[in-house]
Structures are given as C-alpha cells and as structure tokens.
T-cell receptor
Framework: DAKTTQPNSMESNEEEPVHLPCNHS???????IHWYRQLPSQGPEYVIH???SNVNNRMASLAIAEDRKSSTLILHRATLRDAAVYYC?????????????FGKGTKLTVNP | NAGVTQTPKFRILKIGQSMTLQCTQD?????MYWYRQDPGMGLKLIYY???????DKGEVPNGYNVSRSTTEDFPLRLELAAPSQTSVYFC??????????FGSGTRLTVV
C-alpha cells in the first residue's frame, strides 16, 4: 500500500482558511487520493477524493499537484465544528480490495 | 437513505462469550469493510468483502469471522471474546473508487 505523510497536528483560527498538506511520493497512476475526517467520539466521515484534477464540494476543496506526489485539503472558512483528525489516504483499484489503510492523520485544532 | 446501520451501539461482553455485530447498507455498494479503533489509535482493517459471497482478511482478523450472503449485510462474529477485543468497531461500504460511508460504530467492552 502506497503511504502518505501528514503533519501530526495543525492549528487554525475560526473563519480563516486551512490548508492541510499530504505527501504521497510513491503514488501510482491509478491511485485515488481520499480525505476523511473523524470528529471526537464519532466515526470517520468522507470529505473528498480525486484522481488528477482539483476537486470541489460543499465541504472542502482538494488541490492535487501536477506530478500527483502531494495534495492539499482546503477548508475555506474553518469553524469550531471542523476540529477533527484529518486522514489523507490513497485508494488503489488494483488488487481488488480497494481498502483504505488509515495512518495517524493530522489533528486540526480550531481556535475561536 | 439510511446509509450504513450498525447494531448494537454499545455492548458489554464477558470473557469467552460470543456475539455478532450487525452491519447493513442500503446504497447497493459492492464493497464492505470492518475496522476496529482502540482508544487513541487509528483504524485497523479486520475483514473486507468485494461482493456477496466473497470475503477476505485484513490486518487484524484473528478472533473474528465474517460472512456476506447478501449485498446489504456484512455481519462480524466474535467467538470467545477476550479483553483485547475491547474497542470501537466501524463498518463501512463503498463502490469502486468512490468514498466510503461509515456507520456510527459499536462500542464493545469485554470484561
């Protein structure tokens, strides 16, 4: 399974943008980049995913580097509810399982 | 849509007892997964299924069994519960390439 590298923790202020980085230098051409978050005492929640192009949805934006070796999850205006652990995970369609392997993620703290 | 439904939400088991954690999804997803999360730790894959009748082991399968007789259901069986199985269990489902949908979890304590 291709690995990702994320900072252990980040801090932001409420209503400011947040850029969460992820490095995945060993990504293969067919790996999807997935982002999930886990709020305290809750199950993981899907945020966004992409393959090559930047992606936007109601929760966040995903910016993917041209060489696909890194990506950035962008929260446009952080709220207190965005405080969570954010996981960047590569999902490979090869091998059949398409399983997600969770690392330690980035713990985001949002200050009021 | 209910999404992924897990039952029960909480359970206390005595050492040596058995139980089945239920997981049902109504999104017609082919892929289903069971994870466990120990306190303060990340999620670890127990078992997964890529379709009805097909299951395979994940990272930590010992002490567990699964079956997938229908697309919708993916129960996880614990035989001879041990304190090391105290954890929060999450079921998830997805289609190929898409995002996972997780259930709300089952918090299990073995005493």
């Amino acid at each position: 399974d291709a690995k990702t590298t994320q900072p252990n923790s980040m801090e932001s202020n409420e209503e400011e943008p947040v850029h969460l980085p992820c490095n995945h230098s060993t990504i293969s051409g067919t790996d999807y980049i997935h982002w999930y978050r886990q709020l305290p005492s809750q199950g993981p929640e899907y945020v966004i995913h992409g393959l090559t192009s930047n992606v936007n949805n109601r929760m966040a934006s995903l910016a993917i580097a041209e060489d696909r070796k890194s990506s950035t999850l962008i929260l446009h205006r952080a709220t207190l509810r965005d405080a969570a652990v954010y996981y960047c995970i590569l999902r490979s369609p090869q091998g059949g399982s398409e399983k997600l392997v969770f690392g330690k993620g980035t713990k985001l703290t949002v200050n009021p | 849509n209910a999404g992924v439904t897990q039952t029960p939400k909480f359970r206390i088991l005595k050492i040596g007892q058995s139980m089945t954690l239920q997981c049902t999804q109504d999104m017609n997803h082919n892929y289903m997964y069971w994870y466990r999360q120990d306190p303060g730790m990340g999620l670890k894959l127990i078992y997964y299924s890529v379709g009805a009748g097909i299951t395979d082991k994940g990272e930590v399968p010992n002490g567990y069994n699964v079956s997938r007789s229908t697309t919708e259901d993916f129960p996880l069986r614990l035989e001879l519960a041990a304190p090391s199985q105290t954890s929060v269990y999450f079921c998830a489902s997805s289609n190929s390439g898409g995002g996972y949908t997780f259930g709300s979890g089952t918090r299990l304590t073995v005493v």
